[in-house]
């Protein structure tokens, strides 16, 4: 089946720095895309959404990058803080068995602001 | 506005057993879509309920069935418990209306199977 997939498991940066983090996804006929936050003991929180139509969004210093040629996505944090610390999901919002719209979620990226 | 809440926050079950969980939808939304997510894993798509029908399912048996009420609540009940069922049930529920809504999680409950 169609998955989603991150490049890396793990990421560290210095407080104050830029994080980005990747995502690759496999269906070519995936039209929305949403990055999730999730908190220890949380569920996902909603961060930023994209659809297929557009390249790039912007929201309060996150920003989403789509290339539909290489099937990938990106989230930038700007000036990354110790609330950022969390697993990041990106997840493609497609069409189930029935005419729900599901989730597919990747496995995700620790986030880890250092000091 | 109320979020979602689900109930309750922890479980523990023994394989064989039966476990329902309950989850209370936003206010305002009527879809709601039910997610396990195993330690490490991203969540996995288990179905969804409109107008307290199942009208998508993921790649789960039969002994994962569900209800959604005239308020919009939901239940997930698992029959013959397995191990590999330990993980955290989220439930997610979204506004009426368009085909890319937003889903807004709840807590989760986390379910143990011994």
């Known amino acids: 089946g169609e998955s989603v997939g991150l490049h890396l498991p793990t990421l560290s940066v210095q407080e104050g720095d830029n994080s980005i983090i990747n995502c690759a996804y496999s269906n070519s006929a995936s039209d929305y895309f949403i990055w999730y936050k999730q908190e220890s003991g949380k569920g996902p929180q909603f961060i930023i959404d994209i659809r297929s139509n557009m390249d790039k969004r912007q929201g309060q210093r996150v920003t989403v990058l789509l290339n539909k040629t290489v099937k990938h996505l990106s989230l930038q944090i700007a000036a990354t803080q110790p609330g950022d610390s969390a697993v990041y999901f990106c997840a493609e919002n497609g069409l189930s068995s029935g005419s729900a719209r599901q989730l597919t979620f990747g496995s995700g990226t620790q986030l880890t602001v250092l000091p | 506005e109320t979020g979602v809440t689900q109930s309750p926050t922890h479980l523990i079950k023994t394989r064989g057993q039966q476990v329902t969980l309950r989850c209370s939808s936003q206010s305002g939304h009527n879809t709601v879509s039910w997610y396990q997510q195993a330690l490490g894993q991203g969540p996995q798509f288990i179905f969804q309920?409109?107008?307290?029908?199942?009208?998508g399912r993921g790649n789960f048996p039969p002994r994962f069935s569900g209800l959604q009420f005239p308020n919009y609540s939901s239940e997930l009940n698992v029959n013959a418990l397995e191990l590999d069922d330990s993980a955290l049930y989220l439930c997610?529920?979204?506004?009426?209306?368009?085909?890319?809504?937003?889903?807004?999680f709840g807590p989760g409950t986390r379910l143990t199977v011994l």
């Open positions: 309920y409109y107008r307290e029908e199942e009208n």
């Open positions: 997610a529920s979204s506004p009426p209306g368009q085909s890319y809504n937003e889903q807004f």
